[in-house]
């Protein structure tokens, strides 16, 4: 198998991923469960950063660097997730975003 | 050529497959419990790819970080799951169908871009120690980056814990914290 071909098969496999990731996101009503979708679609994003890095430009380490960001805003958007969740569970016992919806325009 | 051996280019798609099964299987099995160790086959399996594309320290920290948040992520569900254990089926969704039409449609965006594009040819060869190219970037011209990501991490613990603190000094002792006596649900709690 070429190089090519390799790279479009790990780059489709991420594509998955961010795209099973979307739906997850759009679908769930639970706030955890949303938070997952998000976690798979950045999944899909760091897989796509390594296989750049290693098909396209293994001497430069930008890619390795946008690995090291998916990470970094996966800990974030967990962290700041599940705070968000238990403020406003503690404020009005709401764990579903439909029960959320103040700002609905 | 590529430098994959042919037996790693198998790992490769097989473990690409095993991760968007368990991807899928996140959205699909009824326990909450089990969607969540889903999620982490799915991140071991891409942790399993970077080892393969010659990036251990990065998937290391990727396995490492995602056991250890998929634990936490377990304990957060039965906390405020109604169906942590998938005893009852029951759905939880919205819009289901358009959801699936736009996961659909971002997916085969990706595709159609990923299947057309001319991709260039690799520029140079892989180093011999990618964790030592990331950490000289990271403590050289990259530093940038590692600052942005130093100072969004110290505002995320702030953050979190502004956020899940539920009686804070201001709602003891006002706003200019000056009362004379806490005001405490249980009262006896000592001044400032």
């Keep these: 198998m070429t190089a090519e071909l390799v790279l479009q098969i790990v780059l489709t496999v991420a594509a998955a991923l961010v795209g099973v ?19 798979l679609a950045l999944n899909g994003v760091l897989l796509g950063a390594a296989a750049a890095w290693y098909f396209l430009a293994p001497q430069s380490p930008d890619a390795q660097m946008v690995v090291v960001v998916a990470l970094v805003v996966m800990a974030v958007e967990m962290a700041m997730g599940f705070a968000a969740t238990i403020a406003i569970y503690r404020a009005r016992q709401v764990d579903m975003v439909d029960m959320a919806t103040d700002l609905q325009g | 050529m590529t430098e994959l051996s042919a037996w790693t280019v198998a790992a490769v798609i097989a473990l690409g497959g095993l991760s968007v099964a368990a991807g899928v299987a996140v959205f699909v099995v009824d326990s909450m419990a089990r969607a969540t160790f889903a999620l982490l086959a799915s991140f071991l399996a891409v942790a399993g790819i970077l080892v393969a594309l010659r990036l251990p320290y990065l998937a290391f920290v990727t396995a490492l970080m995602m056991t250890i948040e998929m634990a936490l992520m377990a304990v957060f569900m039965i906390m405020f799951m109604m169906n942590p254990a998938g005893l009852m089926p029951m759905t939880m969704v919205h819009n289901p169908r358009g959801s699936a039409l736009l996961g659909a449609a971002t997916f085969v965006l990706l595709t159609v871009g990923i299947w057309t594009v001319d991709w260039p040819a690799r520029g140079g060869d892989v180093p011999a120690d990618s964790t030592r190219q990331l950490g000289e970037a990271i403590m050289g011209s990259h530093m940038l980056v590692m600052l942005v990501i130093g100072v969004g991490l110290f505002a995320t613990i702030i953050a979190g814990t502004v956020l899940a603190t539920a009686r ?25």
């Design chain 1, 21 to 39: 990731g979307v739906f997850g996101a759009l679908s769930q009503q639970s706030i955890v469960m949303i938070m997952m979708g998000f976690e």
């Design chain 2, 168 to 192: 804070g000094r201001y709602d003891r002792l006002g706003a200019e914290l000056d009362a004379a006596r806490p005001d405490d649900p249980v009262p006896g709690g000592l001044p400032r």
